[in-house]
């Protein structure tokens, strides 16, 4: 038996905006609240693939974090 045989092979790599959504989807957390800049870019192009999480754009992550805040008191 070879090495290579014996050896688990390696997990899919995944990168952090798809980990981001893999994570809230395990959750069963189906809104994301977030305010659209150039950090956030790949977690916006990443939300394209998952369509049970909505994403909420704010102007301000004030506005995000309130907004989240009421969405989930309500």
């Known amino acids: 038996m070879q090495l290579q045989d014996r050896v688990a092979p390696a997990a899919p790599k995944i990168d952090g905006a798809h980990a981001i959504f893999d994570i809230l989807r395990d959750w069963k957390i189906d809104l994301l609240f977030t305010c659209p800049g150039s950090t956030e ?17 704010t102007t301000h992550e004030a506005i995000a974090v309130s907004a989240a805040d009421a969405y989930a008191r309500v």
């Open 41 to 57: 870019a790949a977690v916006l192009d990443a939300s394209l693939d998952y369509p049970g999480v909505r994403v909420i754009l």
